[in-house]
Nanobody, 123 residues
Framework: QVQLQESGGGSVQAGGSLRLSCTVS????????MAWFREAPGKEIETVAT???????FYAESVKGRFTISRDNAKKTLYLQMTSLKLEDAATYYC?????????????????WGKGTLVTISS
């Protein structure tokens, strides 16, 4: 069974940066669809960014130009570099994977999830 483990969350001031990591227990991170989601209190979970096996990426409009999704196949790790953080970026961030497909499909449910890492933003 593949397990995902997020790390890198914490508290940062608005305008600051954080890098989230997601390590995968098995397989390469480069062979299937992987993504970052986030859930803020009282809000629905939303897709932040996705990356397909061919390195095609997708970003939510709210994070375009500020966040970057990437992966290191050798380290079996997915990253989310977050810069110019805003108060509204505060949320629990989840790493997820769809182990059945190599190219991410918008709206398709992910089949494997991490437990999340909390990001708090202070003004």
């Amino acid at each position: 069974q593949v397990q995902l483990q997020e790390s890198g969350g914490g508290s940062v001031q608005a305008g600051g940066s954080l890098r989230l990591s997601c390590t995968v227990s098995r397989h390469s991170v480069g062979t299937y669809c992987m993504a970052w989601f986030r859930e803020a209190p009282g809000k629905e979970i939303e897709t932040v960014a996705t990356i397909s096996s061919d390195s095609t990426t997708f970003y939510a409009e709210s994070v375009k130009g500020r966040f970057t999704i990437s992966r290191d196949n050798a380290k079996k790790t997915l990253y989310l570099q977050m810069t110019s953080l805003k108060l509204e970026d505060a949320a629990t961030y989840y790493c997820a994977a769809d182990l059945l497909i190599s190219r991410c499909i918008p709206g398709r449910p992910m089949d494997t999830w991490g437990k999340g890492t909390l990001v708090t933003i202070s003004s």
